[in-house]
């Protein structure tokens, strides 16, 4: 148990340290990605591709082991189905991130700078998560 | 944005990369930011997990230790304050209700070939391009 969560830990300093290095900390940049009819900045796609490199490796190897090194079983979810929850919470997600330039892992990351913004949208997007999980997304209530 | 230089978005997304990998070899589990921030809170039904806290706090001190050492990490935000409720609440709902972000369904689900990722990727990719452009070009100085 602790060498998984020291392992957490870790794999949450890389995180963060890839955001800073790659400039998706900045909401500015992800917006000048996401606005293809101006000036178009194109970071987000290298970071995506350089993110896809070591992390297809991994994929790769996982399918060549029964279990990963801290835990007896892989906790990755197969064969699921493209259904309305997936597409409508892509839609709202997409609305979100559009509008501000922050999504859940630079806007973490970002609350680094101290700026009431950035705790202002984390704290936002936990009352999001806690509204989720009081609705559809109760228990008993799982939608298809 | 006139200082691209494609070595740090390269550099950036290979540790963001590594992130992944390493936590999928090690504990089991995909590396997806707002499951983790909701496991981390408790909601998702299991208690709340160390795994998750463990990640999610990582994240702000390897972003503070890479501001120290390798690039100054700025920030420029101008949305409002109630915009910036709006945009909260609406990616912490979607992200619950489509099961993913940027991190769980793009690094991590296009590197295993999901469908349901590749799906969620592309659906949110397009919608937040067309809130862009509504924003920048259509209702410009409204929002």
Redesign the interface.
């Known amino acids: ?1 602790f ?27 992800v ?2 990605f ?6 178009w ?4 796609a ?14 790769l ?2 399918k060549r ?1 029964l ?5 007896d ?5 197969e064969h ?3 259904d309305r ?16 330039g ?4 630079p ?7 101290g ?1 009431w ?2 705790a ?14 009081l609705t ?2 109760r ?1 008993a209530a799982v939608i298809r | 944005m006139t200082d691209l230089n494609i070595l740090w978005p390269l550099s950036g997304g290979l540790l963001i990369g590594l992130s992944a990998g390493l936590y999928l070899l090690t504990t089991g589990r995909i590396a997806g930011v707002s499951g983790l921030a909701a496991s981390a809170a408790g909601l998702t039904g299991t208690g709340i997990s160390t795994l998750g806290l463990g990640f999610l706090g990582g994240i702000p001190a390897g972003a503070a230790l890479a501001s120290a050492f390798l690039r100054q990490a700025e920030i420029t935000l101008t949305a409002s304050a109630p915009l910036l409720v709006v945009a909260g609440l609406l990616v912490g709902v979607g992200t619950r209700l489509g099961s993913g972000c940027t991190s769980g369904h793009g690094v991590c689900g296009l590197a295993r070939l999901s469908k349901r990722s590749l799906v969620a990727t592309s659906v949110f990719m397009i919608v937040a391009a067309l809130t862009v452009f509504a924003v920048r070009h259509v209702f410009e100085g409204i929002v």
């Open positions: 148990m060498a998984r969560t020291l392992a957490a830990i870790l794999s949450g300093l890389l995180f963060g340290a890839g955001l800073v290095v790659s400039d998706m900390i900045k909401p500015a940049r917006l000048a996401l606005d293809i009819t101006g000036e900045d194109p970071s987000l290298f970071v995506m591709g350089g993110a896809l490199i070591p992390s297809s490796f991994a994929y190897i996982r082991r279990t990963p090194a801290f835990d079983r892989f906790y990755v979810p699921g189905r493209v929850a997936l597409i409508g919470g892509a839609v709202l997600f997409g609305l979100g991130w559009g509008l501000v922050l999504c859940p892992g806007a973490i990351a970002a609350l680094t700078t700026r913004e950035v202002l949208f984390v704290a936002a997007m936990f009352a999001g998560m806690v509204l989720y999980r559809v997304g228990p």
